[in-house]
């Protein structure tokens, strides 16, 4: 759909509403652009990679030589007493702050791109990037290589400005220090602070609005960017002003600091519990696509690192600004974008380090669940009746957690004229499984013996992990499984698979392959459920909650070995009687 369709009126005053609304939080602190000696400046020329084969690297005052601790994007090797520090401090960081430390703000980073991408020419009549970074308690160091890392990698003829975004940081390195920081330092970065805790939406809302370049780019504070990362993102932008540029993510290990490339393409899928998934580019992708170097449809976005036209952003809606502090935004705008004439693609030219980091390091206000929340927002909007299948996995919540208003993205979606959820997930996501259409049941699989429900037991799924027995729950995520057509057992993506012969072995979740062989079940009348490549049964040999594993082993007719699924289909009732 062309935004450009909506009215000069809507428009200005909707700009206008929202500048009211994010006025009241802030006080702007503008760093004045100011001239510095080369050393300390931004850059004066840009040859350009097509020029050179390379930016001109601008170093910072704490440049380190090339062998120096995390160079060439290598890890950092700490003595037994800087780990013990650095594990001191992990659980407030959520990462290694020794290593991080020792690394220099403008280290080093290998050039991890498609060799063809190296080649590519990029015009330099691209719209101007304003880079929007929020943050929250970040630590010094990895907010310094974040920025660094833009000011040194990016042509600087399309660098219009940075906005770093303090949601209300408490610490008091990133008040004063950080002022005088950056106004000694660089000639295009302002600092944005909030009086108040506002969350990511509303800080990128706030930083965007904030914002003059023509596309808005926004990274994590605790990213590197890599070689040429922005004209990618520009370009394609350029041609499509209603798409969302994604760059393609390498991980920062929170540990060793160590730079890792992403081996092959992913792409952003999501879990019914509204989780943000990675997948495999799909086969129908790959054949689509020219050159390696093309832009991938993606059905969804991380959500830390993505470029989108500044005006469409507003017209698009920006973010949900009822959304609290973390969790759904990425996953409510890539819905949002698909459902109603624009696209997420990920865009494989781009290049940008995250150090992923297992927990966040800063609080939740009275501990609430925001993810939670964010996401029965998004699900009442975007979802139609497939919310059913969130709310199957969070039953508690309807009954429980006030989200808020959402009549004004109700009003949002009609005034756009939004596709249906359904139209998404067969146009965008036809891979993405439905654990309640087109299955043979669904539901828990309790065990006849022991009345104890097969229970992923809180693991990861990405994990693999081996499944077990736990008293059966009401509403409970790790007890929802699905029989699919295709006779596998499923947890959404993941399928119950047996790997080797041997006489017991345990049950993990694997990723489905659609190959059958290990992942085939065969279901007798008596609930008996036959590993069809092995003919071992399905059994509940160690019944012991929460650490009993679930097994195959050889068919004995105990009561351990027959299940109840829930919810069967009639066609899986006439099929068990025909066998």
Not at 241 to 248: E, G, S
Not at 416 to 421: I, Q, V
């Amino acid at each position: 759909m062309d935004m450009a369709s909506v009215s000069t009126f809507v428009y200005r005053r909707r700009q206008i509403i929202t500048r009211v609304l994010i006025g009241v939080c802030f006080t702007l602190s503008v760093i004045t652009f100011v001239t510095h000696s080369d050393d300390h400046s931004i850059g004066r020329t840009y040859t350009g990679e097509n020029a050179s084969n390379g930016h001109v690297r601008v170093l910072s005052p704490m440049g380190g030589s090339p062998a120096g601790p995390g160079e060439n994007g290598k890890k950092v090797q700490l003595s037994k007493e800087q780990q013990r520090i650095a594990d001191s401090q992990f659980e407030k960081e959520a990462f290694n702050i020794v290593a991080s430390n020792m690394i220099a703000y403008n280290r080093s980073l290998p050039d991890v791109r498609d060799p063809r991408c190296r080649k590519l020419q990029y015009s330099r009549d691209l719209p101007s990037a304003s880079i929007v970074i929020i943050f929250i308690n970040e630590a010094w160091s990895p907010l310094m290589r974040t920025l660094w890392s833009v000011v040194n990698r990016s042509p600087l003829h399309l660098l219009h400005e940075i906005i770093l975004v303090d949601d209300n940081s408490d610490r008091a390195e990133l008040r004063a220090r950080l002022d005088v920081y950056i106004n000694s330092h660089f000639t295009n970065v302002r600092i944005l602070r909030s009086k108040k805790r506002l969350g990511i939406a509303r800080a990128r809302i706030a930083g965007a609005e904030a914002a003059t370049g023509e596309v808005v780019v926004f990274l994590e504070s605790h990213s590197e960017v890599n070689t040429n990362w922005l004209p990618p993102l520009l370009t394609r932008i350029k041609e499509k002003k209603t798409v969302i540029a994604v760059p393609m993510l390498d991980a920062i290990d929170s540990n060793t600091m160590e730079y890792s490339p992403q081996g092959g393409i992913s792409i952003g899928g999501f879990s019914w519990g509204l989780h943000f998934t990675w997948l495999p580019i799909p086969l129908e992708a790959i054949r689509k696509r020219v050159h390696s170097t093309d832009p991938v449809p993606s059905p969804t976005m991380s959500g830390g690192f993505l470029a989108i036209n500044r005006l469409y952003f507003f017209e698009l809606g920006a973010y949900d600004s009822m959304m609290e502090i973390w969790g759904g935004e990425n996953l409510e705008l890539s819905f949002r974008a698909w459902m109603c004439g624009a696209s997420v693609e990920l865009i494989p030219c781009s290049r940008v380090g995250h150090m992923f980091r297992n927990g966040h390091p800063y609080s939740f206000p009275d501990g609430r669940d925001t993810h939670a929340v964010n996401s029965m927002r998004l699900a009442e909007v975007w979802m139609d009746d497939y919310k059913r299948l969130f709310y199957n996995h969070r039953r508690e919540l309807k009954s429980s957690v006030n989200y808020g208003d959402i009549s004004e993205r109700k009003k949002l979606r009609e005034k756009l004229g939004c596709k249906t959820f359904k139209w998404y997930l067969e146009n965008v996501y036809p891979q993405k499984f439905i654990p309640d259409e087109h299955v043979f049941a669904h539901g828990k699989i309790i065990n006849k013996g022991s009345r104890l429900c097969i229970d992923t037991l809180g693991n990861d799924e990405r994990d693999s992990p081996i499944l077990g027995l736990f008293p059966c729950e009401q509403s409970s995520e790790n007890q929802a499984f699905s029989v699919s057509e295709q006779s596998e057992i499923r947890k959404e993506d993941y399928c119950f698979d047996v790997s080797t012969r041997n006489e017991t072995v345990p049950v993990k979740l694997f990723d489905c392959h659609g190959a059958g062989g290990n992942q085939v079940w065969e279901f007798k009348l008596n609930g008996v459920i036959v590993h069809k490549l092995t003919g071992k049964c399905l059994d509940s040999a160690v019944p012991e909650p929460p650490t009993g594993e679930l097994r195959i082993g050889p068919c004995t007719g105990s009561a351990t070995q027959e299940w109840i699924i829930e919810n069967p289909s009639t066609e899986f009732k006439r099929m068990l009687i025909h066998r």
